[in-house]
C-alpha cells in the first residue's frame, strides 16, 4: 500500500500517508467514537510499509488542533514504530504542528517529545496571520 488518504469529518482528522514519499500527514480534530477503529488500519499500514525494510527519510507531521484521550494514545502506538525504525537507522522526523498561542497542543508535543531518542522531534509553531 503506498497511499491512504482519508478526508476529515467532524470527529477525525484528516490523513495523508504517502508511503512512497516517505510523508505521513495527520491534520485537524481527532475525537473518533472509536479511535482504535480509526487508528488501528493506519499503525496497521505503517507497521507492514517499515517491516518492508528500507532506508528513505521518513516524516510525520501531525498538526492537530484537538484530539482526546483515546487518539493521543493511538498516537503514541504511531510513535512506537517510528522510534524503533530510526533506532535500526533510518532517517524518521516527527513534525508537531501548533498554533501559536495554543499552549496545550504545544504541552502534548512537548510531553510526547520527551519519549523520543532515536528519532527526530520538531516542534513547529504556526503563526496566526
Not at 7 to 25: H, N, Q
Not at 28 to 48: I, K, N, T, V
Not at 70 to 86: G, H, I, Q, V
Amino acid at each position: 500500500m503506498d497511499r491512504i488518504q482519508i478526508p476529515p469529518t467532524s470527529r477525525s482528522p484528516e490523513v495523508e500517508f504517502d508511503f512512497a514519499a516517505g510523508r505521513l500527514a495527520i491534520r485537524g480534530e481527532s475525537y473518533p467514537e472509536d479511535a482504535a477503529a480509526f487508528f488501528g488500519p493506519l499503525l496497521q499500514a505503517l507497521r507492514g510499509h517499515l517491516a518492508a525494510g528500507g532506508t528513505e527519510p521518513l516524516t510525520l507531521e501531525i498538526a492537530l488542533a484537538y484530539f482526546n484521550s483515546s487518539s493521543a494514545k493511538a498516537l503514541m502506538n504511531l510513535f512506537l514504530p517510528l522510534e524503533d525504525a530510526a533506532a535500526g537507522g533510518r532517517p524518521v522526523c516527527v513534525r508537531w504542528v501548533f498554533a501559536e498561542g495554543d499552549d496545550a497542543i504545544e504541552e502534548a508535543g512537548e510531553d510526547f517529545a520527551a519519549d523520543f531518542t532515536h528519532a527526530r522531534f520538531e516542534m513547529v509553531r504556526e503563526v496566526r496571520a
